[in-house]
């Protein structure tokens, strides 16, 4: 990490002390020069800030545009496995380290599953106090509210911090379905732990997360069906008259739209249709003529004249 990170980390920090003590003063004339002291400093402190910002060149580059049929965020404290999960999903190559705040800038990956394509951000790791600025926490939490869904992950060490990151993420506003994964359980499973056999038994964690290890692999297919459920997408397929669908590159749909959406998605101008044909799961008989209010499911076909 660069020292000018370094050096915005401590500045944001102190910061959100110095705010935190003054919201928690009771403002009266025994306290008013104490107070004046303190948001003195402040200005001072975010003046310093505001001149490491300008060397660095802004804050985390936030934030990526959004690309594909979804975007998932993956968020949590520092060191707990989102970059190697990040890896393993996409090209996207993320650093990988064993000491925290690795990630100082969001890294975007795609992840190409079911025929969709999905984006992955793996966003800095917060720390306690975020929603208050500590570590860059504002930023990094306000990024979490461009997401489809969110994969929460903490690891075997940092699972009780799961409720307060919850809290915080509502605190600036974050309202997006989130997917709460417990990485690293192989470390347990080796050590065979008295704690470890009771973490993956507990049947409160095993409802509640997806119990993984990202670097082994171990749990992945599964959390892979988890996402593409909490993203409810489906999956529709074009077919010609006379030929078999296109399995390989199925239009990504959100579930619940009608075929008039997929008209909208592969007819840019207006186009005279005379005859929607179907087959598939919403389908009532094989090539039934539908209208444009019908609604689709998962795997339906479809073919146009």
């Known amino acids: 990490m660069k020292k000018t990170d370094l050096h915005q980390i401590d500045l944001v920090a102190k910061i959100a002390r110095l705010e935190e003590e003054v919201r928690k003063t009771p403002y009266h004339k025994g306290t008013e020069h104490y107070i004046g002291k303190l948001r003195a400093k402040i200005a001072k402190l975010k003046n310093q800030e505001e001149q490491v910002l300008k060397k660095s060149g802004g804050r985390f580059g936030f934030m990526p545009k959004k690309e594909g049929e979804a975007t998932i965020v993956l968020i949590g404290p520092p060191s707990v496995g989102k970059s190697t999960l990040i890896n393993k999903l996409t090209q996207a190559q993320s650093r990988v380290e064993s000491w925290p ?3 100082v800038k969001v890294i975007p990956g795609m992840w190409d599953y079911q025929g969709a394509k999905i984006q992955i951000l793996d966003l800095p790791g917060i720390v306690k106090g975020a929603a208050i600025g500590v570590g860059r926490g504002r930023e990094i939490l306000s990024a979490a509210r461009i ?14 911090l799961v409720e307060s990151i919850t809290k915080e993420l509502k605190e600036v506003g974050v309202r997006v379905p989130i997917l709460k994964v417990i990485n690293k359980v192989d470390l347990f499973e080796k050590q065979g732990s008295a704690e470890g056999r009771l973490l993956i038994g507990k ?19 599964e959390l892979k069906k988890k996402i593409w459920e909490n993203l409810k997408l489906m999956r529709v397929y074009l077919k010609k008259k006379g ?5 390989n590159s199925p239009l990504i749909l959100k579930e619940g739209q009608k075929i008039k959406d997929v008209v909208a998605k592969i007819f840019p101008e207006e186009k005279e249709i005379k005859q929607i044909l179907l087959w598939g799961p919403s389908a009532r008989f094989p090539a039934q003529q539908v209208s444009l209010s019908h609604q689709l499911q998962d795997k339906d076909i479809l073919n146009f004249s």
């Open 101 to 103: 705040f690795t990630t």
């Open 147 to 160: 997401a489809d869904l969110l994969i929460l992950m903490v690891d075997i060490k940092t699972r009780n």
């Open 203 to 221: 049947t409160d964690f095993s409802r509640d997360f997806l119990m993984i290890s990202a670097e082994k692999e171990i749990g992945l297919e």
């Open 243 to 247: 030929q078999e669908p296109d399995f």
